[in-house]
């Protein structure tokens, strides 16, 4: 799939760009989540940093603060905010992982939750991420690869879901590719005004 081609039809508000990470840090980033505790809540498993999210109520509290960002993981979220992504820092991080077949059903980040701009990080793995307009019948589809990352902000945040397809390959650049293990990161900037006592 050419990526300047998809990236002209994404939402509006949705943007996508390539080699966020080397891949140095991508390896050090990957290394760094497999000694941490994975959460398997989930069909898959989960991370969480700075605050954690609650999946049964789709909400985050005033106590579920983990406290602030990793290091690591800080770096990341500046860097998002020094190259022009990110307006306001973001101070909570998902690690999400998927192994082939798995995937995540489309859906509206948390409104009330967090702010404009949400940012996610692909790793280790290609996939193929589709939004669809809420309350129409377009959808798009781009091949996220790794290292690149795709912004939700303004219309493509609130009036688009995304998903990523539950299956074991994607078509890219017209061959049918398998996937292998893929990690997401995804930024976000709680709102803490918003945030209902637990």
Same mark, same amino acid.
């Given at each position: 799939?050419?990526?300047? =081609?998809?990236?002209?039809?994404? &939402? &509006? ?13 991508? =390896?050090?980033? =990957? +290394?760094?989540? !497999? ?34 960002? &990793? ?19 973001? #101070? ?16 509206? #980040? ?5 702010? !404009? ?5 692909? $790793?280790?793995? +290609? ?16 091949? $996220? ?8 902000? !303004?219309?493509?945040?609130? !009036? ?5 397809? +539950? ?7 017209? *061959? ?6 893929? *990690? ?15």
């Amino acid at each position: 799939m050419d990526h300047a =081609a998809s990236a002209s039809i994404l &939402p &509006p508000g949705v943007a996508y760009f390539g080699d966020f990470l080397t891949h140095e840090e991508e =390896a050090l980033v =990957a +290394a760094r989540l !497999d000694v941490g505790e994975w959460n398997n809540v989930l069909k898959r498993r989960v991370q969480h940093f700075g605050y954690r999210y609650d999946y049964k109520a789709r909400a985050i509290t005033a106590d579920s603060y983990l406290g602030t960002l &990793p290091t690591w993981l800080g770096v990341l979220a500046e860097r998002l905010v020094t190259e022009g992504y990110c307006r306001n820092l973001p #101070d909570q991080v998902i690690a999400n992982e998927y192994l082939p077949g798995q995937g995540i059903s489309a859906h509206v #980040d948390c409104v009330p939750c967090f702010d !404009d701009t949400i940012v996610s990080i692909s $790793l280790l793995s +290609a996939c193929e991420m589709i939004f669809r307009e809420l309350h129409g019948t377009r959808s798009h589809g781009i091949v $996220l690869t790794p290292r690149s990352g795709i912004l939700l902000g !303004d219309t493509g945040r609130y !009036d688009w879901t995304h998903e990523i397809p +539950a299956r074991k390959s994607d078509i890219v650049n017209g *061959v049918k590719t398998a996937r292998s293990r893929r *990690v997401s990161l995804t930024f976000r900037k709680v709102i803490p005004a918003r945030l209902p006592e637990g």
